[in-house]
């Protein structure tokens, strides 16, 4: 991985969600859930895991295997 600190960033926020997910009554795993999610987008954002991934589909953006995946993603 080029920047292995979006690793970290990704890594952590991914286990909030899975955390959520799995502990507490219905309600509160609604709400839990939803906080996950929205510190999981707010540390995609703020670690530019967007800008490098769209800077990978530019450089990629050729290559016959990337194109299938990035459709069947997208």
Same mark, same amino acid.
């Given at each position: 991985m080029d920047?292995? $600190?979006l690793k970290e960033v990704c /890594?952590? @926020?991914t286990e909030g969600v899975e955390t959520a997910c799995?502990?507490?009554s219905k309600h509160t795993k609604v709400e839990s859930v939803k $906080? @996950?999610?929205t510190t999981l /987008?707010? @540390?995609l954002s703020t670690?530019?895991?967007i800008?490098?991934?769209q800077e990978l589909e530019k450089k990629?953006?050729?290559n016959t295997m990337f194109k299938a995946m990035m459709n069947y993603l997208h």
């Open positions: 920047n292995p $600190q /890594l952590k @926020a799995s502990v507490g $906080q @996950a999610n /987008l707010e @540390a670690a530019d895991v800008t490098v991934f990629r953006s050729n």
